[in-house]
């Protein structure tokens, strides 16, 4: 008997909740639309019309990588963050939306701000040796259009990626820039209002605790933060410092336990007005400080 796409839809959705995946509706929403060819739009549009057997296929195949924990972003290419479509591939993390905080408390910081003679602010996304999707960037570039965006990370691949949602975004005044945030900033690099970072946070010997579908899926160098999770926190503080302005923000998110930490390494370094943010679930994730 021939099935509706609301067919294949509810036995997707019925699959993923016995597997225990938390979002199943939404998940299934995004598996099927995307095996079928169709936008989130057209899907709903066209869920009493028939499909065919090579869409419930295509549907079954991607149905079970993900059953097996692949995560869907991955299966799919592209997942939304501050309201962007961002792709993603196995070499960057996938955005969360704890990240969001992050973009938040750097827009609470330069909406309305003034912008001085040479009519830039700059943003730095500083993730080097943790291949990032230019998520943060893109997300800032969006909501501050005449501000400067400055991309940086160590790899080629992540460099690419970003580079690819900047043009789907349509961001034409972001650059991406190669350098290791475990060093000093290049030379001739200048001097910027705002430093925001997402580095490589989980202590090494943590990466073996985490959840499988983090662990066997996502880029590792994006997630191993040394010994103690606080390698890049130190670097950064210590080296891309210089480049701040006076009175310029340093934003970091941070793991569960590492506010103190990080707050900590930024007021040793004579960073003022250092404080942190929570998350939806009343974890503080983000820190800030002035310098």
Not at 96 to 107: F, H, P, Q, S, Y
Not at 264 to 275: C, F, I, R
Request: glycine share 8%.
């Amino acid at each position: 008997m021939p099935k509706t796409y609301n067919d294949l839809y509810l036995a997707t959705r019925t699959a993923l909740k016995n597997a225990g995946v938390e979002a199943y509706a939404l998940e299934a929403r995004l598996l099927v639309a995307y095996a079928v060819g169709k936008t989130k739009e057209e899907f709903v549009r066209d869920l009493r019309l028939y499909t065919s057997d090579e869409n419930e296929q295509k549907i079954e195949a991607l149905l079970q990588r993900r059953i097996a924990g692949e995560p869907l972003a991955y299966l799919i290419g592209e997942w939304e963050f501050h309201g962007l479509p961002i792709v993603v591939t196995p070499d960057v993390l996938i955005p969360r939306m704890d990240t969001e905080v992050l973009v938040d408390a750097a827009l609470r910081v330069l909406v309305g701000r003034k912008m001085n003679a040479r009519g830039i602010h700059g943003v730095y996304k500083i993730p080097a040796l943790g291949p990032g999707s230019g998520c943060i960037g893109c997300a800032l570039a969006h909501e501050l259009p005449a501000a400067r965006v400055v991309m940086v990370d160590i790899s080629d691949e992540a460099l690419t990626v970003s580079k690819e949602n900047l043009r789907r975004n349509h961001q034409n005044r972001t650059i991406c820039l190669k350098a290791d945030a475990l060093e000093k900033p290049p030379m001739g690099i200048g001097t910027f209002d705002l430093i925001v970072s997402n580095p490589p946070y989980v202590a090494s010997m943590d990466i073996l605790t985490l959840d499988s579908s983090v662990r066997d899926y996502e880029p590792l160098g994006a997630l191993d933060g040394g010994e103690d999770g606080l390698m890049f926190y130190r670097a950064i503080v210590r080296h891309w410092t210089q480049i701040l302005r006076p009175g310029g923000w340093l934003m970091f998110e941070v793991g569960e336990d590492q506010a103190a930490a990080v707050m900590a390494l930024m007021t040793e370094e004579k960073y003022t007005d250092v404080t942190a943010l929570e998350d939806t679930a009343g974890i503080r994730r983000v820190v800030v400080g002035r310098i």
